[in-house]
């Protein structure tokens, strides 16, 4: 399916999101966040040439709600 040219893009969930990183996508393509948090959730397939590509996008959501919760007086704990 992945290999398949037709192939553009798609979302990864637990568990495979290790996997697929170090699976499917060659390190230059994989983003900065995705080889730091090791794990994508975003593969797409680069129209020209065609490599496929991955992201991880599951931390900017976290920042968001970190800022916001911090901003309103909160406390946060952040486990794992």
Known sequence: ???DP???GGNVTIPLKE?????????PNASVAARAIGA????WRHPRTG???ADNTDWQGMV???HADVALG???LVLG
């Not at 994508?40 to 593969?43: E, R």
């Open 1 to 3: 399916a992945v290999a």
């Open 6 to 8: 037709s192939f553009v």
């Open 19 to 27: 996997a697929v990183l170090d699976a499917l996508v060659a390190p």
């Open 40 to 43: 994508c959730n975003t593969l």
């Open 51 to 53: 490599a496929l590509h």
């Open 64 to 66: 968001a709600l970190l």
């Open 74 to 76: 909160g406390t946060v």
